[in-house]
């Protein structure tokens, strides 16, 4: 489900399911968490690069994971939703940087993904979308992610229409921090990762504390059990069941 490689200061981890376009269940969720979390207590290293194999970044929730999800009660999609979101906050708060390779799609959880990092690169012909609304829940988990990173203003638009949208608009909306051909992806990612490697440890490790408190952004963790209520509530609803059975069906 997930590879991990070191070069030296820099940690690779891959989603690695590519049959379903590196979607999300309960297996890759705790692997992301797991890793992250010991990656985090290792000293060396210095930056980390998240990316996904095969043709997409992240398509978001895998089927069978959603459809499992409909047989399950409020307090057990809460617990799900607990195990996600503390999964963010191990990328979101990770004592150093962390880079987003996003190429092909990068769809609810996985647009969660993207705004979970400090910094994303992304080719040119990704997709993005909070589309979560389309399926009668909520993007409950990822919104202290996504709102931190796009702003309340640009969430109103696209957390409501759950619509798609390039890597251009996601570039102007601040999702992304830049755009390019998907054959200079690597290269570009490798020129920030020395940037990184080129300042003082220490220094870009309080500069991530320091941009938290001086922008006021709350912990993640803190908003954890609030976000996993919503979902769960929201999954157990006429309404969330009705949409999730009516996408499985499709």
């Not at 010991?38 to 194999?53: A, K």
């Not at 909306?173 to 570009?188: A, F, K, N, P, T």
């Amino acid at each position: 489900d997930l590879k991990v490689t070191r070069n030296g200061a820099r940690a690779d981890v891959v989603l690695a399911r590519p049959d379903v376009r590196n979607a999300f269940d309960g297996r890759l969720i705790a692997a992301l968490r797991d890793n992250f979390s010991s990656l985090n207590s290792d000293p060396t290293v210095r930056v980390i690069v998240l990316s996904g194999e095969g043709k997409v970044f992240c398509a978001g929730a895998d089927v069978n994971w959603m459809r499992a999800s409909i047989e399950l009660s409020t307090e057990e999609n809460r617990n799900e939703a607990l195990g996600m979101a503390r999964m963010l906050s191990s990328i979101s708060s990770a004592r150093c940087p962390v880079i987003v390779r996003a190429h092909g799609a990068a769809l609810g959880g996985g647009a969660g993904l993207v705004c979970a990092s400090d910094i994303t690169v992304a080719s040119d012909d990704c997709v993005f979308a909070f589309s979560e609304v389309k399926l009668g829940i909520l993007p409950s988990v990822i919104s202290p992610h996504a709102v931190a990173r796009i702003g309340a203003a640009q969430a109103r638009r696209y957390f409501l229409t759950g619509e798609r949208f390039g890597a251009e608009d996601a570039l102007r909306i601040g999702m992304v921090h830049e755009v390019c051909q998907i054959d200079q992806l690597d290269s570009r990612i490798d020129q920030l990762v020395e940037e990184i490697l080129g300042g003082a440890p220490e220094a870009v490790q309080e500069a991530k504390i320091l941009i938290r408190e001086v922008s006021g952004l709350p912990s993640p963790d803190s908003l954890a059990e609030y976000t996993a209520d919503r979902i769960a509530a929201r999954r157990a609803s006429q309404e969330g069941q009705s949409g999730l059975s009516a996408f499985l069906e499709r």
